[in-house]
């Protein structure tokens, strides 16, 4: 079993950054990917950022050149620096990986429980 665990929201105002972390803990043989997704009231779910195993790395076009992803692979963790946040920002913010818990079991989806980012004056 695979835990993510997620750290950083809060109550920013337009302009400001916030940076977001998220750890991954426990039965981990390798971990194919970590990102980002948010969900807004009324919206769906849609992805902010991801980060493969590989280096690739993709954005969402609204949060290009505002937001940077990162990871440290050998804590397990992906980190999200939310910089120039805008209202249309506010969103419950979820962790997600695509992890391998054995090398003949997955990968697996996980995702963390979510925190909120909210962006107003």
């Known amino acids: 079993q695979v835990q993510l665990v997620e750290s950083g929201g809060g109550l920013v105002q337009p302009g400001g950054s916030l940076r977001l972390s998220c750890a991954a803990s426990?039965?981990?043989?390798?971990?194919?990917?970590m990102g980002w997704y948010r969900q807004a009231p009324g919206k769906q779910r849609e992805l902010v950022a991801t980060?493969?195993?590989?280096?690739?790395?993709a954005y969402a076009d609204s949060v290009k050149g505002r937001f940077t992803i990162s990871r440290d692979n050998a804590k397990n963790t992906a980190i999200l620096q939310m910089d120039s946040l805008k209202p249309e920002d506010t969103a419950v913010y979820y962790c997600?990986?695509?992890?391998?818990?054995?090398?003949?079991?997955?990968?697996?989806?996980?995702w963390g429980q979510g925190t909120q980012v909210t962006v107003s004056s």
């Open positions: 997600n990986a695509v992890v391998q818990s054995r090398w003949d079991q997955g990968p697996y989806v996980y």
């Open positions: 426990g039965t981990i043989f390798g971990i194919h990917a």
């Open positions: 980060s493969t195993g590989g280096g690739s790395i």
